[in-house]
């Protein structure tokens, strides 16, 4: 069965620092791996999604992932935070025909 | 315009009664879902419909029962209602069997509390 891990419960940075925050997932075959933002008392929106070719991808806001292989990781990453990027991060892994098994989420506080 | 939008937003109800949660999307998509998010805020799959037929069905009690009038529509019946039900209910929809290549898109939440 496929599983996430999202090891950080919670991250402080200061706005302009970086972030990267931490996937790891566990499936058998390729996976789709996708990342999400929840904004306080909001719905989750995508960030951005791979499901083959560059292993670096692009999404939203800035934000970028990297996926690699050989560690099963799919990290999150963005040169410099923004005070509005304060939010609940969640990874993300698919398989076809099933829904989303998302991992336990990383709260993201962005400090003045 | 909203894309998918729940019905209530708060929902505050007593031990043992029965309520409902409606959702609607107006993307066109053929395939909808209810996730519960946990106090941890750990988002789990509960239902899924494609065309209006239950196609992912996880171990959910027999007191939770989802309606699908139509593709847009998927509602969420709660019958005997429990403290450990309270939770945020969040509904999404997707153009095909998600999990793959297929965006899911998220209502903003309705969250139940069960005194």
């Known amino acids: 069965a496929q599983s996430v891990t999202q090891p950080d419960i919670h991250i402080t940075v200061s706005e302009g620092a970086s972030l990267e925050l931490r996937c790891n997932y566990s499936?058998?075959?390729?996976?789709?791996l996708f990342w999400y933002v929840q904004s306080p008392g909001q719905g989750l929106q995508l960030l951005l999604k791979y499901f083959s070719g560059d292993t670096l991808v692009q999404g939203i806001k800035g934000f970028e992932a990297e996926f690699k292989r050989s560690q099963s990781s799919f990290n999150l990453r963005k040169p410099s935070v923004h005070w509005s990027d304060a939010a609940e991060y969640f990874c993300?892994?698919?398989?076809?025909?099933?829904?989303?098994?998302f991992g336990s989420g990383t709260r993201l506080q962005v400090q003045p | 315009d909203t894309a998918v939008s729940q019905t209530p937003k708060y929902l505050v109800t007593q031990m043992g009664n029965d309520k409902s949660i409606k959702c609607e999307q107006n993307?066109?998509?053929?395939?909808m879902y209810w996730y519960k998010q946990d106090s941890k805020k750990f988002l789990k799959i509960m239902f899924s419909y494609n065309n209006k037929e239950l196609i992912i069905n996880e171990t959910v009690p027999n007191r939770f029962s989802p309606k699908s009038p139509d593709k847009a529509h998927l509602n969420l019946h709660i019958n005997s209602l429990e403290l450990g039900d309270s939770a945020v209910y969040f509904c999404?929809?997707?153009?095909?069997?998600?999990?793959?290549?297929?965006?899911?898109?998220f209502g903003p939440g309705t969250r139940l509390t069960v005194l």
């Open positions: 993300a892994v698919g398989e076809s025909g099933r829904a989303l098994t």
């Open positions: 499936y058998g075959a390729t996976p789709y």
């Open positions: 993307l066109g998509h053929d395939t």
């Open positions: 999404a929809s997707s153009q095909g069997l998600a999990g793959a290549y297929n965006e899911q898109f």
